[in-house]
């Protein structure tokens, strides 16, 4: 009876000193990097993998058959660390990328010289491990990485729409689903930093635009090229209503080709139908936010917008 209760003391103390390996862990994860960084802190599971190296089960991690496009980020510190673009399916379990961002991921060789270890170069958070000669990619690279030690930050579209005063078109994709953000501005000139006042001069050459953010996930480009040729006049040459001047002209500014070629096509498309398109497409430039006062106008001085109505014409 003795030697079971002194057996039974000590698998309670190796218990104890398992649960405060880990609460170590956990604690020099959210201590690590105070002055430097910001880290997240994190679960003794994640601790496990992240501080004390250890590995997941195979196809069991959230990111294995992931397939959306964005960035894998360390789970630790948010640096960016892998694009989808190089995730690939190597069919071992975990995670599997042939390229990282340039100096995100620190290589080191395991002590016993079998494996190279990858770890996140901003906080060492540890990722997996990187193999080469495999063959499986053109650049035969594969950096094994537990789900655990990433998190992912969805891909976001850009788009930059001009299409009479800023306020009604910023108005008009607010809300819209799949529209994360929208921002007055100027773009299309040739000043930098200008102000309302230079711009509304016309010596510039700027354009009173919109900056949208949008989720490609719930909208696409194309579906808000559509709304913008719809909520202003397109066939107005340098004005939009009642304001005239060549800031207010209607102008898309493509960031690719890709919108070039869309807004190309819709532009045919209404010409097609007879409306004679004055809308300027342009590569962009730099955007410049608008000042304070200028954003979410309609929202903060309530009202709707007397130039920018919803015109169905596609």
């Known amino acids: 009876m003795r030697d079971e209760h002194i057996l039974a003391e000590g698998a309670l103390v190796l218990a104890s000193v398992a649960v405060a390996a880990v609460a170590a862990l956990y604690v020099g994860v ?7 960084m910001r880290t997240k802190p994190l679960t003794p599971e994640e601790a496990r993998v992240i501080v004390g190296k250890g590995t997941e089960r195979p196809f069991s991690g959230a990111f294995v058959d992931h397939r959306a496009d964005g960035t894998y980020t360390c789970k630790r510190c948010g640096a960016q660390l892998y694009l989808s673009a190089d995730k690939f399916d190597a069919g071992c379990g975990w995670p599997s990328f042939d390229d990282a961002l340039d100096g995100a991921v620190a290589e080191t060789r395991d002590a016993d010289g079998a494996r190279t270890e990858i770890t996140c170069a901003r906080c060492g958070a540890h990722l997996g491990h990187v193999f080469r000669g495999e063959g499986l990619t053109p650049k035969d690279t594969r950096h094994c990485v537990n789900s655990i030690s990433l998190e992912f930050a969805p891909a976001r579209g850009r788009a930059l729409f001009a299409g009479g005063c800023f306020w009604g078109v910023e108005a008009a994709f607010e809300g819209r689903p799949g529209v994360l953000d929208v921002r007055s501005g100027y773009t299309g000139g040739s000043a930098a930093s200008p102000s309302y006042e230079q711009v509304c001069g016309g010596a510039t050459g700027h354009a009173e635009a919109v900056e949208v953010v949008f989720d490609p996930a719930r909208t696409t480009y194309e579906e808000l090229a559509r709304l913008f040729f719809e909520i202003h006049d397109p066939t ?14 209607s102008a898309i500014f493509y960031l690719d080709a890709e919108q070039r070629r869309i807004a190309e096509r819709l532009v045919a498309a209404l010409e097609a139908k007879g409306y004679d398109v004055a809308t300027e497409i342009a590569p962009a430039g730099p955007f410049y936010a608008a000042e304070a006062y200028h954003q979410d106008w309609y929202r903060n001085h309530g009202g709707g917008s007397v130039c920018h109505r919803r015109v169905e014409r596609f």
């Open 30 to 36: 959210a201590d690590a990097g105070k002055g430097k």
């Open 236 to 249: 107005q040459v340098d004005g939009q209503g009642p304001d005239l001047g060549t800031q207010y002209r």
